[in-house]
């Protein structure tokens, strides 16, 4: 089945840098990756996603970058602030699979 | 919008008892999910469901049953609790393999 890897386990920066994760997955049939965002007490939310026929999508100040070819896939977090603290996760699907497969998350601080 | 409506939201059981974890979605989605997620781990998908009246399980099913009788709801039993399913466990729905999951606010499930 597949294996998403995902690095690092925590992330601090200060507020205003960037922040990027990474994940990388092992089934090359998967073709629909999305980031979930997970605040303390609450469900993940989906904050972006991206199939496999495009590389980069962006949506203000989140982006996300896929590389079939190397199987790796990457969440930008631009001019960070404090309520982008939260657990990310990545994740990974193929068709065929029928589910998602996560990573096993992000702990992202932003400091003030 | 209830959305993903998951209860209990905490819950305490002794080895050996059972319990049935309650979720229902309002938003007709076909797409069901249970996932558990340990502490600094990620998500794990125990079972899920295509549609009324089929199931599949996922990566870790083993100590745990589900039915899937109505679109709405999809409640997960644990028939001899044991203290490897202390977790938090999470109920998703989503329209299609492609489209975003909808978590619900989890339930805290601890095993004594």
Not at chain 1, 13 to 35: H, L, M, R
Not at chain 2, 1 to 7: E, F, K, L, P, R
Not at chain 2, 31 to 40: L, N
């Amino acid at each position: 089945g597949e294996n998403v890897e995902q690095h690092p386990s925590t992330l601090s920066v200060q507020e205003g840098d960037s922040a990027v994760i990474k994940c990388t997955y092992s089934d090359s049939a998967s073709n629909y990756f999305p980031w979930y965002k997970q605040e303390l007490g609450k469900g993940p939310q989906l904050i972006i996603d991206i199939r496999s026929n495009v590389g980069e999508k962006k949506d203000q100040r989140i982006a996300v970058t896929l590389n079939k070819t190397a199987k790796h896939f990457s969440l930008h977090i631009t001019e960070t602030q404090p309520e982008d603290s939260a657990v990310y996760f990545c994740a990974a699907s193929s068709g065929s699979a029928r589910q998602l497969t996560f990573g096993s998350g992000t702990q992202l601080t932003v400091l003030p | 919008n209830a959305g993903v409506t998951q209860t209990p939201k905490f819950r305490i059981l002794k080895i050996g008892q059972s319990m049935t974890l309650q979720c229902a979605q309002d938003m007709n989605h076909n797409y069901m999910y249970w996932y558990r997620q340990d502490p600094g781990m990620g998500l794990k998908l125990i079972y899920y469901s295509v549609g009324a009246g089929i199931t599949d399980k996922g990566e870790v099913p083993n100590g745990y049953n589900v039915s899937r009788s109505t679109t709405e709801d999809f409640p997960l039993r644990l028939e001899l609790a044991a203290p490897s399913q202390t977790s938090v466990y999470f109920c998703a729905s989503s329209s299609g393999l492609f489209a975003e999951a909808f978590f619900g606010q989890g339930t805290r499930l601890t095993v004594v």
